[in-house]
């Protein structure tokens, strides 16, 4: 038995932040919170958002209190401004942050038996679907406007929590490549490593299957072709990111991810690393100790890649291939290559215990030891 999860709705395309109007009207809302950060407030990028609904007439607040690994501090602070609102809809706008502590927010006003927020890790027992959320991503990289999926920091524990909830998908998603064209290189460059992580985790997870290994392999093809361009702020570059995480998203929110993932969430909690930086510097290295469990998929994910002649290389040659041109990628579009800068011999013990624990490790298709996440830790270091 499989199960997949998407939006109601979903708009696609340049320009596509104008159907916010519409939809707001007929879904009959009255008042939104805007949840969005600090740094698109300030580069205008919400306002872009703020004009629609003005345009419209549309009463809202806005809150931009987050932090770019949320905390349960956020998260709280948020469910109050919803309240003092009077809003009856959530509207994120901003990348992974801004739509995991909508997510949130939605959740526990809907589930108020939940307001610790840490009740809320794993597959918490919700009754109530989330206050109704319409999700405009503005980075093209984690997808939470199409996942079940959030993340949140523990900042006394220095752990992130990941939540999974079928009642927390946003009904609307508009993805706005124009939203995403102030992103610097930096965070398009993370933020699309993300998407690709998302890809190739989600295509060799163990509860992969037909349906997202078709949206998995098609994602790799997008990103591995339009993420470069994007870096450089091509309008070809922008749309196929745009559209290759927003599918990578619909794969991977259905069926799990893997260690990569479990290792990243340490160091964003640790070190606050922006998570798509450390996916990408992990992902060639997780690559390679996961390739004998993988049967013949990283054949598909090197062709995926635009590798040549991959039907006639051996297992071991498509594998290198493989964990090359994602290496290549990474490196192309300027992704430190390991972890000597942000890691700490003395934090590598918690590290692996706090990945050991994360929701994520379960669909790594090798069962790792805590001594292999150890050993790969050191091995970037």
Not at 106 to 112: K, V
Not at 180 to 209: F, N, Q, R, V
Request: proline fraction near 4%; hydrophobic fraction near 45%.
């Amino acid at each position: 038995m499989a199960r997949i999860i998407l939006n109601e709705t979903s708009y696609h395309g340049a320009g596509s932040v104008k159907e916010l109007a519409g939809e707001v009207k007929a879904r009959g809302f009255h008042k939104a919170l805007v949840c969005s950060d600090p740094d698109l407030i300030k580069f205008g990028v919400t306002q872009k958002v703020l004009d629609v609904l003005d345009g419209a007439g549309f009463a809202y607040e806005v809150y931009s209190e987050i932090k770019a690994n949320p905390t349960i501090e956020n998260v709280q602070s948020g469910v109050a401004a919803f309240k003092a609102a009077g809003a009856d809809c959530l509207i994120a706008v901003g990348g992974g942050s801004s739509m995991d502590t909508c997510k949130a927010i939605g959740i526990i006003i809907a589930n108020p038996e939940f307001e610790d927020v840490r009740s809320l890790e794993g597959v918490a027992p919700t009754k109530n679907p989330s206050v109704p959320i319409i999700a405009i991503p503005t980075t093209a990289g984690t997808a939470a406007e199409v996942t079940i999926n959030y993340v949140i920091t523990d900042v006394e524990k220095k752990r992130k929590f990941v939540c999974v909830d079928v009642h927390d998908i946003p009904v609307v998603a508009i993805i706005d490549s124009e939203l995403m064209s102030s992103m610097p290189k930096g965070l398009t460059a993370a933020t699309g490593m993300d998407a690709l992580t998302h890809a190739i985790e989600g295509y060799i997870t163990k509860g992969a299957w037909e349906m997202t290994d078709m949206f998995h392999l098609k994602a790799i093809e997008l990103i591995a072709k339009s993420l470069r361009g994007a870096v450089n702020n091509t309008p070809e570059g922008r749309e196929g990111m745009a559209l290759g995480q927003y599918i990578a998203g619909m794969g991977f929110s259905n069926v799990g991810l893997g260690i990569v993932h479990s290792m990243a969430h340490s160091l964003g909690a640790v070190y606050d690393t922006p998570h798509g930086v450390a996916n990408a510097i992990l992902l060639p290295t997780v690559m390679e100790y996961n390739a004998p469990e993988t049967g013949e998929k990283y054949r598909d994910i090197a062709r995926a890649m635009g590798v040549e002649g991959t039907d006639k290389m051996s297992a071991e040659e498509y594998r290198s291939a493989a964990v090359e041109a994602v290496r290549q990628l990474s490196r192309d579009v300027g992704i430190p290559q390991d972890l000597k800068a942000i890691a700490k011999e003395e934090d590598i013990l918690f590290l692996s215990e706090s990945a050991m624990a994360d929701a994520c490790r379960p669909g790594n298709p090798k069962d790792p030891t805590l001594e292999d996440i150890i050993a790969l830790y050191r091995s970037l270091m």
